[in-house]
Nanobody, 121 residues
Framework: QVQLVESGGGLVQPGGSLRLSCAAS????????MGWYRQAPGKQRDLVAS?????????NYADSVKGRFTISRDNAKNTLYLQMNSLNSEDTAVYYC?????????????WGQGTQVTVSS
């Protein structure tokens, strides 16, 4: 079982950048499909970006963040990152780190506690 702790959120002006980190413990993140999700007030939690298990892993992005956000993984540090550039107010949300894996025919999801990102002038 993997434990996830996000950090790096905060208040940033439109057009600015932030880098989120997700430190994992209890297991090796390269074994998991890793992803970043976000949830704005009153809205559902949506996938922002993901990276498959293995090395180097294949990435996938929501259309709304393509070209602005980059997901990456440092296996040596067992940490997942989300580099966010050109932020706008629609990126304001709580961002969650997710690890998923299949075991014995069932899919298991693990979540961090979330980190708030607020884009405002």
């Amino acid at each position: 079982q993997v434990q996830l702790v996000e950090s790096g959120g905060g208040l940033v002006q439109p057009g600015g950048s932030l880098r989120l980190s997700c430190a994992a413990s209890g297991s090796i993140i390269s074994l998991y499909r890793m992803g970043w999700y976000r949830q704005a007030p009153g809205k559902q939690r949506d996938l922002v970006a993901s990276i498959t298990s293995g090395d180097p892993g294949f990435t996938n992005y929501a259309d709304s963040v393509k070209g602005r956000f980059t997901i990456s993984r440092d296996n040596a540090k067992n940490t997942l990152y989300l580099q966010m550039n050109s932020l706008n107010s629609e990126d304001t949300a709580v961002y969650y780190c997710n690890a998923g894996a299949r075991s014995l025919g069932s899919w298991y999801d693990y979540w961090g506690q979330g980190t708030q990102v607020t884009v405002s002038s």
